[in-house]
């Protein structure tokens, strides 16, 4: 195993950084149901991975350079695995970091913004169609799928590499028990909005009427 002292071992600030995700998680998810606590568990487990690799054991590093024997420099210091492993070196550490927060800090405004105007719509009993409800009919789950990615490009591991795919799936099976249950409130109205605006990812169209805050017309 390469002599420098990996980084980790700052236990402290692994917890402090678990509830600092967790608590942004539970209070702009909020889950409810079975259903919804387990998805949550599932992004609570990624949490906790993440950050007990960045600082505390680093699992990935050792694997990687001690159990499966290979050679890559400068990585036990950092977890910057894709900068390393292409030879961009500190510069690209540097790029590689800035582009991975830049998408988990999008990812998060999406989550707190989506959760702002499915509970105004919630408070009136109304189906959420404006502003990002009006670009995708999940920005939730699209700004969970972001700050897992971002997280993916700033400082991926094994566990989270793994977790990722199954976080996804997770939240698609959820989505789509919850159309069938707004299906079943909303009736037609929900189904001309699911024909109009897609479900994780937006069209071009649907950018015109975020643009002009423009509720979808039944």
């Known amino acids: 195993m390469h002599s420098d002292t990996p980084a980790g071992g700052v236990w402290g600030l692994t917890a402090v950084m678990v509830v600092i995700a ?69 510069t690209g550490a540097m790029l590689e970091m800035l582009v991975g927060y830049a998408i988990v800090f999008f990812g998060i405004s999406l989550l707190i913004e989506g959760w702002r105007e499915v509970y105004l719509a919630t408070q009136g009993n109304q189906l959420a169609t404006h502003g990002l409800y009006g670009l995708v009919r999940h920005p939730q789950y699209t700004g969970i799928f972001l700050a897992i990615f971002g997280q993916l490009i700033h400082w991926p591991t094994i566990p989270t590499l793994l977790l990722f795919p199954i976080v996804v799936w997770a939240y698609y099976r959820l989505a789509k028990k919850e159309e069938q249950g707004m299906m079943d409130k909303f009736e037609t109205e929900y189904r001309n909005y699911q024909n109009a605006v897609p479900m994780f990812f937006p069209r071009m169209a649907n950018w015109k009427r975020f643009l002009g805050f423009q509720p979808v017309a039944e």
């Open 22 to 90: 967790s608590w942004i998680l539970y209070r702009y998810v909020a889950p409810r149901r079975w259903r919804e606590w387990s998805r949550a568990g599932l992004i609570q487990a990624f949490i906790i991975a993440l950050y007990a690799e960045m600082y505390g054991f680093p699992l990935t590093i050792y694997l990687l350079s001690g159990f499966l024997g290979f050679d890559i420099p400068w990585l036990h210091q950092s977890g910057h695995l894709w900068a390393t492993l292409f030879g961009w070196g500190h």
